[in-house]
């Protein structure tokens, strides 16, 4: 941690405000220079990275070594005709290389564009194209997805640059340019407005949308990662999110380089066994991830090593549900906090594990406003303040958020003028939600996921969260159906557990299950059992997917 920034130790600030505007002035400066703030003001020889390979061998990554190549990098990519604002898309695993090429691109003042490497090339093109990238660094691995077809144009404007073997004739590669420069290159200083990150939303509802990401971001990145996570100096960090997607360059990175504290990338996919053996061997004491990886860790039926330091869990990305929590605490003997964010504001709602702020986890509730933004629940049909306890649209004051920093989408005014008030007080997020009497939230849904059921909202994560207890289901999808009555009904689709097996009885149960722990009335009438969930490639399922195909073809789910 630089020594020019102290932090206060946990909990110490009497006031969170305090220290929230104590970080919205560092990094709004209008001379702020993100390499600066991420790097280079961190001792030489401290840690910045372990990135551990599938077999557990590992390279320490000091901030001594990412300024070097960065300069290195940052120098050849100047090279290419990149400058101050110019897009750099990263297609790419997490490695050296990767966090090599995205400070070199902030050094230069240019913008990174995160390509998740799951995406295929449609995905992939849709970004580059609106985003007008001038250069892609690439693994190897993922060369091919660039050739022009269909979707990739035989005329791209972009450079294209290979880690690993060589790419096509044309390309290049990185370690020739970074052993072809020399280090020096100086760190642009182009003030808190300046873009940092060039992302796309997931496309959860709807065509993805570009969000410009500036460099006041970082505030509220930081913030995260000392309230939310509770990350401490002591730590070592592991943010298994894949930055290819807001939480894991968000806080996977941007955080975690804030801070500077010592990092963990895994340089692989998931697998259980895997994660358990990075946690024991590289003595990870605080950790976040998607509840899918959770999920898959509880339902393998792999061992927790006897060995583990873990003090802290989160989760993000979408709802936790509460047999995560039950069966952590057995586990690994603490609980996993759930916490709410998006790619348009970061995060908003946690339980936060910095101990001044730590509350009770209440199963379903993904806990309390941050410090730095205040949220509310206003009515289904006007902005005003729906009364505690009443279902409605999660929105965030921005008179009070000093954390904001989303001003609509990139060349998008239609759809950004929906996010806002007419008046520019509130931020919708298109969440629906309720508060209760200690000022919890509750997530419900997605407007457009909210089922309408004879004057009755429900929102489907409610009755999924009661779904999910049952030792047969591994996971599963609420969605309305039309009924001439009712006007919608519930029906779910329900992916079983190994070994489990599909019946009118298992149905029945489900339903019955729903009327006792939920509520009588908003039990689904149909029970789906089906192989898998449609999802987004971060692993959020699309309900309006299922949606859609029931439309199509409702005799497929009959």
């Known amino acids: 941690m630089a020594l020019s920034d102290p932090r206060p130790a946990p909990g110490s600030p009497a006031d969170p405000l305090d220290r929230v505007h104590e970080l919205v002035t560092l990094y709004s400066d209008?001379?702020?220079?993100?390499?600066?703030?991420?790097?280079?003001?961190?001792?030489?020889?401290?840690?910045?990275?372990?990135?551990?390979?599938?077999?557990?061998?590992?390279?320490?990554?000091?901030?001594g070594r990412l300024r070097t190549e960065s300069e290195r990098f940052a120098a050849a990519l100047a090279g290419l005709g990149v400058g101050p604002g110019d897009r750099v898309a990263t297609l790419m695993g997490?490695?050296?290389?990767?966090?090599?090429?995205?400070?070199?691109?902030?050094?230069?003042?240019?913008?990174?564009?995160?390509?998740?490497?799951?995406?295929?090339?449609?995905?992939?093109?849709l970004r580059l194209l609106a985003s007008d990238a001038k250069v892609v660094i690439c693994d190897d691995t993922q060369r091919s997805k660039l050739d022009p077809g269909e979707d990739i144009p035989a005329d791209a404007k972009w450079q294209v640059v290979v880690s690993?073997?060589?790419?096509?004739?044309?390309?290049?590669?990185?370690?020739?340019?970074?052993?072809?420069?020399?280090?020096?290159?100086?760190a642009a200083a182009l003030g808190s407005d300046a873009p940092l990150v060039h992302i796309f939303t997931s496309g959860t509802t709807g065509r993805p949308k570009g969000v410009v990401v500036p460099t006041a971001a970082i505030a509220g990145c930081r913030l995260y990662a000392e309230y939310g996570c509770g990350v401490r100096e002591d730590d070592v960090f592991w943010n298994a999110a894949d930055p290819g997607w807001a939480y894991g360059l968000y806080f996977g990175v941007i955080a975690s380089l804030s801070?500077?504290?010592?990092?963990v990338?895994?340089?692989?996919?998931?697998?259980?066994?895997?994660?358990?053996?990075?946690?024991?061997?590289?003595?990870?004491?605080?950790?976040?991830?998607?509840?899918?990886?959770?999920?898959?860790?509880?339902?393998?039926?792999?061992?927790?090593?006897?060995?583990l330091v873990l003090r802290c869990a989160s989760s993000a990305g979408e709802p936790l549900t509460p047999e995560v929590n039950a069966w952590a605490e057995e586990a690994f003997g603490i609980q996993v906090h759930d916490h709410y964010g998006q790619t348009e504001a970061g995060m908003l709602v946690n339980n936060h594990q910095l101990p001044a702020l730590r509350r009770p986890v209440r199963p379903g509730s993904m806990g309390h406003p941050m410090p730095g933004w205040s949220l509310r629940v206003l009515h289904e049909d006007r902005d005003d303040i729906a009364p505690v306890g009443t279902v409605g649209r999660i929105a965030a004051d921005l008179t009070a958020s000093p954390l904001a920093w989303f001003h609509g989408y990139e060349g998008d005014p239609a759809k950004s003028a929906e996010k806002f008030s007419a008046d520019g007080r509130w931020y919708y997020t298109g969440d629906v939600g309720r508060v209760d009497e200690e000022g919890y939230f509750h997530f419900s849904s997605r407007d457009d996921d909210v089922i309408i059921m004879a004057g009755y909202r429900i929102g489907p994560f409610e009755v999924e969260s009661v779904l999910v207890t049952h030792p047969a289901v591994a996971e599963c999808a609420v969605v309305a159906a039309p009924d001439e009555v009712r006007g919608e009904v519930l029906e779910?689709?329900?992916?079983?557990?190994?070994?489990?097996e599909a019946s009118d009885r298992l149905a029945t149960e489900l339903q019955q299950l729903v009327k006792k722990r939920f509520a009588a009335h908003a039990y689904p009438r149909t029970v789906h059992f089906v192989d898998l969930l449609p999802k987004t490639p971060s692993g959020k399922i699309q309900r309006y997917v299922l949606r859609r195909q029931r439309q199509t073809d409702p005799k497929a789910h009959s």
């Not at 090429?101 to 992939?124: C, K, N, Q, S």
């Not at 390309?171 to 970074?178: K, P, R, S, V």
């Not at 994660?275 to 509880?298: G, H, I, Q």
């Not at 779910?492 to 489990?500: C, E, I, K, M, N």
């Open 30 to 63: 209008p001379h702020a220079s993100v390499a600066r703030l991420l790097c280079d003001g961190h001792p030489s020889d401290a840690v910045a990275y372990t990135v551990v390979e599938p077999d557990l061998s590992a390279t320490v990554l000091t901030y």
């Open 94 to 125: 997490k490695s050296v290389d990767y966090l090599v090429a995205l400070l070199a691109t902030w050094r230069l003042g240019a913008v990174t564009v995160p390509l998740f490497t799951a995406f295929a090339p449609p995905a992939i093109a």
């Open 492 to 500: 779910a689709f329900v992916v079983l557990q190994d070994g489990a």
């Open 265 to 307: 990338l895994l340089h692989a996919g998931f697998s259980a066994e895997l994660t358990w053996r990075v946690m024991d061997e590289f003595k990870v004491t605080n950790f976040t991830a998607a509840p899918t990886v959770y999920r898959s860790l509880r339902a393998s039926g792999v061992p927790v090593p006897d060995g």
């Open 259 to 263: 801070l500077g504290v010592p990092g």
């Open 164 to 186: 690993g073997s060589a790419g096509r004739d044309g390309d290049l590669g990185f370690a020739e340019l970074l052993a072809a420069h020399e280090p020096g290159y100086p």
